[in-house]
């Protein structure tokens, strides 16, 4: 248990932070990671960076605001803050989630239920500040006594109060960073409260009124999407470059000539990556390439402005930016006048585009969307991709983004295609709807400033090693290579950090990778060895 | 009497009121995102491991297949037993199920004596010597209101003892939130000392009823002015804590109902020319006022205006 205890209060209260993060506090990893030591030591913020960013809420900043330079400055801060709460509770700006705030808002039984859900407040040895309702209780009071009323001692006395200053505000934005958004904590709360939801609306506020955002899911990510086609900066050309090289790679290793097609009009499916998937993790493209080619399908890719990236970071914190990028994506399939958009492993790319933009695309722009979880399920149970399971004779688990199944009820046909191609396959405790984030949801994956992949891998992550490490637990002699299968681009960016971070690939041989590359390995039309089991 | 008859019918209006007034509020908010957490009960042959119609190949071209059954499956054991919380914090489970068990008891109780007066006033006797109906609705009533008076204080007692005595509930507790137990306690306690002491099989209240549903406003000759003070202490308090129960964050007791349906389970697709289409189509209509730079809403510019701009500044 974390020593000091924090009050609602007490976020108004300056002090160099509001809580401290002490690695003897985290909750202890399984075996052979269960000593303290073995986590390693948490790099302190450099005094530049707390000179020139606020960072009194922890020990880490993500988002890296500029400290005000004066009273004045801190005020004007304040005001902006005060009119974008406004907003956020009028129709006309937040009809995207205006009932579910306000729900959140007003009914909430603080039974905390919602805390022993959360791998955060968990992994963290249950710091307080990490608790799924503290930040939302925050908001609550300065929403019950600043935008609901006029600060009225009745209003005080009713629902709490809390001091708004610059030290609430600045804490409060670092501290809606400090939640997945995973939602985990909303599944098991009985009345419906959903924490998450609040600090995705912190988030807004924040980036809606005052231009306050994380840089990389905001200026790095939407901002370089909207304009140059992909928050990796690849612009058409580049990629089409790109997808060129890989189709060369995987055509030579499996044997199957793959030539990606670029903007065929009238094609029956657009499939659109994660672009980062293409930097990254190449083979992950180029096994969607083998797949589909293999099974004849009319397919095509666009280089359309985010035709080819189908991520769509808005959906963090920004409606604005999550509208402008879902229209960009249906404009491309649009123009290609194609059938349905496949959208490859990516799970918050899948959410954005197949749930929440359901109630922002409409007439022709409200095109079909698929998972390409259901797509490959069907590919390999009709028989048009022949396997040969004990190609993939290994351990494997899989991990579950939680865009992709909590938050979008896709759970078997990825299950049901590892059952049948993976004779090793073992789930993680636990699984499906009910599982961990990896710790890299809502941006963090890409998110590296200062110290804060130390928290990452320590803190968000934690929970996630544990589990993987429990699904091997018989297997973690380094001699027999393990599988986790992450069907998600983000997922797997955390992975790759935090299996670097333990050095799980050097001392017990754990690999990840998505799905499609476990299924070219054990094609029968494919030359054996797609994996290459090598770190990357 | 007639005071407290009207405290009471006062009491049922602005409960009847503040629950309407919420409910519509509520229901004419605009349409948002969807935002649906899995499990979704209503998914008929996937709820049980989570699964939507989105896992069906081309499911845009299926018939989807909703469940009631499915939903009842949750909502019953949710309502009554407090499944979530049983499954997810046992231990608070054991403080809030008497409080909320005994408060669904003594709504049954309401009704009871509700049915008690009606048939009283109708001329059926009901009594200990009462026949059929009469015997039974003497005898649940007493049973019911002692279970559900029980349980409600006890569970009042000890949530208001966790929130006093637990720091992690204590830092979270607010004075109206002390109030609003302290509200129960009393209310419930009153009720219970007057059971035992001066009316225990719950006549003098059925009495009431019998004035109530009659809206005999006279004391003169009624049954009910033979009875003791408490009786109208228990009565006035119960009204009251009716009145208040919706104006506070307690009216999850039928918020709960769109956090589930609306939100929750909200998976209802957008489907081209259909009425989701139609709604959203309004609120792309509506002017923004976001003042971020890469907005830069002036009141006038549509959600469709901004969705289809490119941004035209970065952030600082």
């Known amino acids: ?24 506090d985290f909750k202890p990893l399984p075996e052979p990671f269960d000593k303290t030591e073995s ?99 925050v908001f609550r009071r300065l929403y019950k006594n600043f935008i609901e009323s006029n600060g009225s001692p009745l209003t005080a006395w009713r629902s709490g109060k809390v001091d708004l200053n610059w030290t609430t505000l600045a804490r409060l934005i670092e501290l809606a960073y400090r939640c997945n958004l995973c939602r985990r904590c909303a599944q098991t709360c009985p009345i419906g409260v959903d924490n998450a939801l609040i600090a995705h609306e912190i988030r807004k506020v924040f980036s809606q009124e005052l231009g306050i ?32 090289f890989i189709d060369e790679d995987v055509s030579e290793m499996t044997g199957i000539k793959v030539e990606t097609p670029w903007d065929k009009e009238g094609a029956d499916i657009l499939l659109i990556h994660n672009a980062g998937e293409i930097m990254s993790w190449p083979m992950n493209p180029g096994a969607f390439g083998v797949i589909f080619e293999t099974a004849g399908l009319n397919w095509t890719m666009s280089s359309e402005i985010a035709g080819y990236d189908s991520i769509n970071y808005g959906v963090w914190y920004d409606d604005a930016q ?36 359901d109630r922002v695309l409409t007439g022709d722009l409200n095109i ?16 048009k991709v022949k396997v040969d399971p004990s190609r993939n004779d290994f351990p494997v688990t899989l991990h579950d983004p939680c865009n992709l199944v909590r938050l979008m009820g896709i759970v078997e046909p990825q299950r049901r295609i590892l059952r049948h191609i993976a004779p090793r396959f073992r789930e993680m405790e636990p699984h499906g709807v009910y599982n961990y984030c990896c710790g890299g949801g809502s941006g963090f994956a890409i998110m590296s400033g200062h110290n804060f992949g130390d928290w990452r891998a320590q803190i968000a992550g934690r929970k996630k090693l544990e589990q993987i490490l429990n699904a091997f637990k018989d297997e973690l002699d380094p001699s027999i290579k393990k599988y986790v299968c992450a069907p998600c681009s983000n997922c797997k960016g955390q992975l790759r950090d935090l299996f670097s971070y333990y050095d799980l690939w050097e001392k017990h041989s754990i690999m990840y990778d998505g799905l499609v590359e476990l299924i070219v390995n054990c094609m029968t039309d494919a030359k054996p060895g797609f994996i290459e089991w090598e770190w990357h | 009497m007639g005071v407290v008859l009207i405290v009471t019918y006062v009491s049922a209006a602005v409960f009847v009121l503040a629950v309407l007034v919420r409910f519509v509020r509520i229901s004419r908010l605009p349409i948002h995102v969807r935002w ?20 069906v190949p081309e499911w845009w071209k299926k018939k989807r297949e909703s469940s009631l059954i499915g939903e009842l499956k949750v909502m019953i054991p949710e309502i009554l037993l407090l499944a979530g919380v049983h499954e997810h914090n046992r231990r608070h489970w054991a403080f809030t199920f008497p409080f ?23 001329g059926v006797e009901v009594s200990g010597g009462g026949r059929g109906l009469g015997l039974a609705l003497y005898h649940s009533t007493y049973v019911v209101g002692y279970a559900g008076l029980a349980l409600a204080l006890l569970g009042s007692l000890a949530l208001l003892g966790r929130r ?126 976001w003042s971020a730079p890469h907005i830069r809403g002036d009141g006038k510019k549509t959600w469709a205006d901004i969705a289809t701009s490119a941004v035209e500044e970065k952030t600082k």
Request: contains cysteine; aromatic residues 10%; glycine residues 6%.
């Open chain 1, 1 to 24: 248990m974390t020593k000091r205890r924090v009050s609602i209060e007490d976020i108004s209260r300056p002090s160099e932070r509001l809580s401290e993060l002490r690695k003897e």
């Open chain 1, 39 to 137: 986590t390693p030591d948490f790099k302190p913020l450099s005094d530049k960076a707390k000179d020139q960013y606020e960072s009194s809420l922890d020990d880490t900043i993500a988002v890296s605001i500029p400290k005000p330079k004066s009273k004045e400055e801190e005020r004007v801060l304040i005001e902006k803050f005060l009119s974008g709460m406004e907003k956020l509770f009028t129709k006309e700006n937040n009809w995207t989630f205006l009932q579910p705030l306000l729900l959140s808002m007003d009914h909430c039984a603080k039974c905390h239920t919602c805390s022993e859900a959360c791998h955060i407040y968990e992994a963290s040895g249950q710091n307080p500040i990490y608790r799924p309702a503290y930040r939302s209780e």
């Open chain 1, 213 to 244: 955002a994380a840089k990389e899911i905001h200026d790095d990510g939407s901002v370089l999407q909207l304009k140059v086609g992909s928050s990796t900066g690849m612009n058409s050309v580049v990629v089409k470059d790109n997808i060129e």
């Open chain 1, 322 to 357: 999550f509208a402008r990028v879902a229209v960009k994506h249906a404009q491309a399939a649009k123009k290609l006048k194609v059938k349905k958009i496949v959208l490859g492993e990516c799970g918050h790319a899948h959410k954005a585009l197949t749930v929440i933009a």
């Open chain 1, 368 to 383: 079909p969307r698929e998972s390409c979880m259901v797509t490959l399920e069907g590919l390999i149970f009709s028989g």
């Open chain 2, 36 to 55: 649906e957490l899995y499990p979704v009960s209503h998914e008929k042959g996937r709820a049980h491991y989570g699964g939507s119609y989105l896992e």
């Open chain 2, 100 to 122: 909320h068990f005994g408060l669904y008891l003594l709504a049954g109780l309401i009704v009871l004596l509700l049915a008690g007066g009606i048939l009283s006033a109708a």
């Open chain 2, 164 to 289: 006093t005595f637990n720091q992690d509930y204590r830092e979270y507790t607010t004075p109206g939130d002390y109030f609003n137990l302290m509200f129960f306690v009393v209310a419930l306690g009153v009720a219970w000392v007057n059971h035992i002491s001066a009316d225990p099989n719950f006549v003098g209240l059925r009495a009431y009823f019998v004035q109530l549903v009659t809206l005999d406003l006279s004391s003169k000759g009624a049954a009910f002015a033979q009875q003791p003070v408490l009786v109208s202490a228990e009565i006035i308090l119960a009204s009251l804590l009716v009145a208040y129960i919706p104006l506070t964050h307690m009216s999850h007791f039928f918020t709960k109902w769109f956090m589930y349906h609306d939100i929750r389970w909200g998976d209802e697709p957008n489907i081209r020319g259909g009425e989701i289409e139609k709604k959203v189509g309004e609120v792309l209509n509506y002017p923004v006022s």
